[in-house]
């Protein structure tokens, strides 16, 4: 949220404390892509390694600093980290944002198979490709976020976004209900990558009608993304976004089984931001206004209406970070924004008994890295938990991938 976002990067480090924070002892780290190009995986909760943890995915553009328009192609390929960080081009992408990319992953339980958005004439599809046989399939429909079962998955409606939240919607298709505040035809849709059926399953209009939407105006737009599916495939969550008339937004965490139903209002008081699940009934999510902290926190919820909420890692795990569960949910992967003079970004892990922390580095982020155009580590696992992939800048190389090795730093 843009707001929490520059009161966040105001906070911490005066010159002294970052010349006292050179220098410090972080894991080894190498940056495996780079020029010609700018290299980029974006959100935090796809899955980027292969399952040997071999191949490493990425977005490649040619330019920096400005919103994509619907002519701007990108390069989507995945880097060979056991010969010599070789870059291997897989397709292209003209239905993509600075923030989640062209929400290119591998498809879960799969061996070789990734699928990434793109648009074609007027409409958004996605692309499956074997990246052993080569082998391409494409489906009329872009997808957001797949079941751990690889056959299914939810995604939501990427012009509709583009309108409401620039940055993480694809430009090129307008939004076609431009001037309805709250769309009966569009919203989350189930899809089907085993039939290529896709369906609405809640809509923009359920949602502003669910429970109670505060400082809901007649001029405030709905919108849902952040799509993310359990681990045991039966529900998913979603944020539910509407404008604000003198801008920002407030945001509902939501969660429904895969089919619609059963809609639960985990965060209705307008404070939710990035979230992930713990495990099928439980969500860590960062919230303001719980438990008499009413400033931000990681908060852990139960997947229910007014269930049990409790605060993690209060004053040690950042609260404005990218969240990802490690080491059978005993360790949490998180990130922050730039922070300091400096604008440093601190990738670190927690561990959730002791609230040891482990910083796994600083990135700085110039100050033309701003907005939309922003570069946030986003950190990824490995699926051994080796590695950790974070997006940085490399000075005039500009955003690169860089790769940390945290063998043994989790015990």
């Not at 012009?159 to 940055?167: K, L």
């Amino acid at each position: 949220m843009t707001s929490r976002r520059r009161f966040l990067s105001t906070l911490a480090l005066s010159p002294l404390a970052v010349r006292g924070q050179e220098g410090p002892k972080f894991p080894p780290t190498r940056i495996i892509t780079k020029g010609p190009g700018y290299h980029w995986f974006a959100y935090y909760d796809k899955l980027q390694f292969s399952p040997d943890n071999r191949f490493v995915l990425s977005h490649k553009v040619s330019f920096e600093h400005r919103s994509p328009t619907g002519d701007d192609v990108i390069e989507v390929g995945m880097v060979d980290i056991q010969d010599g960080d070789k870059w291997i081009p897989l397709g292209r992408s003209k239905a993509w944002c600075w923030q989640q990319g062209c929400m290119l992953q591998w498809i879960p339980g799969t061996g070789s198979k990734v699928i990434w958005n793109d648009r074609e004439k007027d409409r958004f599809v996605s692309h499956i490709l074997d990246v052993k046989t080569m082998e391409k399939q494409t489906l009329p429909f872009p997808v957001y976020a797949l079941s751990p079962n690889g056959r299914e998955g939810v995604s939501c409606d990427f012009a509709r976004v583009a309108d409401c939240r620039p940055g993480y919607g694809y430009a090129g298709i307008r939004d076609r209900f431009f001037d309805d505040m709250a769309p009966e035809g569009s919203g989350v849709t189930h899809v089907n990558l085993e039939t290529g059926v896709e369906k609405l399953i809640v809509s923009h209009k359920t949602l502003a009608a669910t429970g109670e939407v505060m400082e809901n105006h007649p001029d405030s737009k709905h919108h849902a993304y952040h799509l993310l599916v359990g681990p045991d495939g039966k529900r998913f969550i979603m944020l539910h976004r509407w404008t604000q008339p003198k801008g920002g937004h407030l945001t509902r965490l939501i969660t429904a089984n895969m089919d619609g139903s059963d809609l639960r209002i985990v965060i209705p008081n307008g404070y939710a931001s990035h979230f992930i699940w713990r495990d099928a009934t439980h969500i860590l999510s960062q919230a303001k206004g719980w438990l008499g902290n009413n400033d931000w926190g990681d908060f852990l919820f139960e997947d229910k209406d007014s269930g049990i909420v409790e605060e993690v890692g209060h004053g040690v795990l950042d609260k404005s970070g990218h969240l990802t569960y490690l080491r059978n949910n005993e360790w949490i992967l998180n990130d922050t924004y730039p922070q300091g003079l400096r604008r440093i970004q601190t990738p670190h892990l927690y561990h959730i008994a002791s609230r040891k922390r482990i910083d796994l580095g600083h990135f700085v982020q110039p100050p033309e890295y701003k907005g939309e155009w922003r570069v946030d580590c986003h950190p990824r696992s490995s699926r051994d938990e080796r590695w950790v992939c974070v997006d940085a800048p490399d000075g005039a190389n500009g955003r690169q991938l860089h790769l940390i090795d945290i063998q043994g730093l989790m015990g």
